[in-house]
């Protein structure tokens, strides 16, 4: 019988390469969790899920690559969490402040850890810098494009808001973090300047 296994799939029993680096994505996350982020090393890594240093290093490259890939990836379940909380959303600008700013605050409640440790360990590295400002860049394009609707601004101007309305809404999510206030509260306070950031009436 002819084979019609594709020349690039996994063997039975092993991950593809997207699954295999997906988890030890995961497993990097469990270390620092249970661990700290000093324990993360690449060969500490590859030992915890299975496979040998030079695999951990061809998905990697370096300690900061897996840290800046651990990074997006969190980027990533935070843009997805909020795009779909959007998309529920009903149309009119409370609602819509009200959703950009629970799931802002929310998913950094839930991984404030995670993100704390990722980036202390990453610290000002070039690399850092620049996938930091790439990302804060998506979600000021995601503001301003949510938020156009009701807002009378240029778009330049809308823009800018958008930046700083991120810029509040980090140091809201850094007060609930510190215990300073609660996730409702840091959320509401949030909508509120997010609803009179716009510019609307």
């Not at 819509?96 to 929310?106: I, Y």
């Not at 996938?131 to 609707?149: D, N, Q, W």
Request: charged letters at 20%; one cysteine or more; glycine letters at 8%.
């Amino acid at each position: 019988m002819k084979n019609t296994t594709p020349p690039d799939a996994p063997a039975a029993g092993r991950l593809s390469r997207a699954a295999r680096r997906a988890q030890m994505l995961d497993i990097a996350l469990e270390i620092i969790r249970e661990e700290g982020a000093d324990r993360l090393t690449l060969g500490y890594l590859a030992a915890r899920a299975g496979v040998s240093k030079p695999v951990a290093y061809e998905h990697f490259g370096t300690r900061s690559g897996l840290l800046t890939a651990m990074y997006r990836a969190l980027d990533e379940k935070h843009s997805v969490v909020l795009r779909d909380a959007l998309s529920k959303a009903p149309k009119s600008l409370q609602a819509t402040a009200d959703v950009l700013a629970s799931a802002w605050v929310h998913c950094s409640a839930d991984s404030s850890g995670e993100w704390h440790a990722i980036g202390s360990a990453l610290g000002g590295s070039e690399e850092m810098v620049a996938v930091h400002k790439e990302l804060i860049e998506e979600y000021v394009r995601l503001f301003a494009a949510t938020l156009k609707p009701w807002s009378p601004l240029a778009d330049d101007e809308l823009y800018r808001r958008c930046a700083g309305l991120i810029g509040a809404g980090d140091a809201l999510s850094m007060l609930m973090i510190n215990g300073q206030c609660s996730e409702k509260d840091a959320a509401q306070s949030f909508s509120a300047l997010i609803q009179g950031g716009v510019g609307a009436g």
